[in-house]
């Protein structure tokens, strides 16, 4: 079954900065989303993009997607020391199946 | 209520034991999801379901872990005899729609320690 695969692992940046994690996967999607989870707690969804579209944002959120290199990016803008989590891309886990995939995710850490 | 809710949070056992967790999901969401998630790592895909209908188990690692969902709400995962590598957060998702796959709202989660 696919995972979702993101890049770096781990991020570390200043507050004010702008954090690029990327995601890729393998086989054709219908939508990807973007969750975020705060250590300890359950996961959060943060935004979903359709394949028919290359990019989507959502306040300090950008989320761009190509489909012909099955990858698809997250920026978060200004950056706050409450933006430190890990966050997650998620493509469906096969063609036909419901559930998504994780991958290992980028935890990033924002210094304030 | 407003979120999933998941029971116990914490659950320590003793390798060979028993383990059931409970998942409250969203009140009206057609679909369930499990997953396992251990520490340092993203949630691995345990099943599905939509309402009482167990449609994909394929991600059950063993035939010690049972979930069913009786009545299309509650869910319940059932772990036989744990063993050590069962340690970890077990999460319960929910979402609105059956058929297309939208937002999932996870719960909590469930710790499982098995010592």
């Known amino acids: 079954s696919q995972q979702g695969e993101e890049d770096p692992q781990a991020l570390s940046i200043q507050e004010g900065e702008n954090a690029t994690m990327n995601c890729s996967y393998k086989t054709s999607i219908n939508n990807l989303q973007w969750y975020r989870q705060n250590s300890g707690r359950g996961l959060v969804h943060l935004i979903l993009i359709r394949s028919n579209e290359r990019e989507k944002h959502s306040g300090r959120l950008r989320v761009t997607l190509d489909t012909s290199k099955k990858s698809s990016s997250l920026l978060i803008t200004a950056s706050r020391a409450a933006d430190t989590a890990s966050y997650f891309c998620?493509?469906?886990?096969?063609?036909?199946?419901?559930?998504?995939?994780f991958g290992s995710g980028t935890r990033l850490q924002v210094q304030p | 209520g407003a979120g999933v809710s998941q029971s116990p949070r914490y659950k320590v056992a003793k390798r060979g034991q028993d383990v059931a967790l409970r998942c409250d999901p969203i009140?009206?969401?057609?679909?369930l999801f499990w997953y396992q998630q251990a520490l340092g790592q993203g949630p691995e895909f345990l099943t599905y379901f939509q309402n009482e209908a167990q449609l994909d188990k394929s991600g059950l690692p063993s035939d010690r872990f049972f979930a069913e969902r009786p009545e299309g709400s509650v869910s319940t995962l059932k772990i036989q005899r744990t063993q050590q590598e069962d340690s970890a957060v077990y999460l319960c998702?929910?979402?609105?729609?059956?058929?297309?796959?939208?937002?999932?709202?996870f719960g909590e989660g469930s710790r499982l320690t098995v010592l």
């Open positions: 998620a493509p469906p886990r096969d063609t036909g199946r419901r559930a998504l995939t």
């Open positions: 998702a929910s979402s609105l729609e059956g058929v297309r796959i939208g937002e999932l709202f």
């Open positions: 009140s009206g969401h057609v679909s």
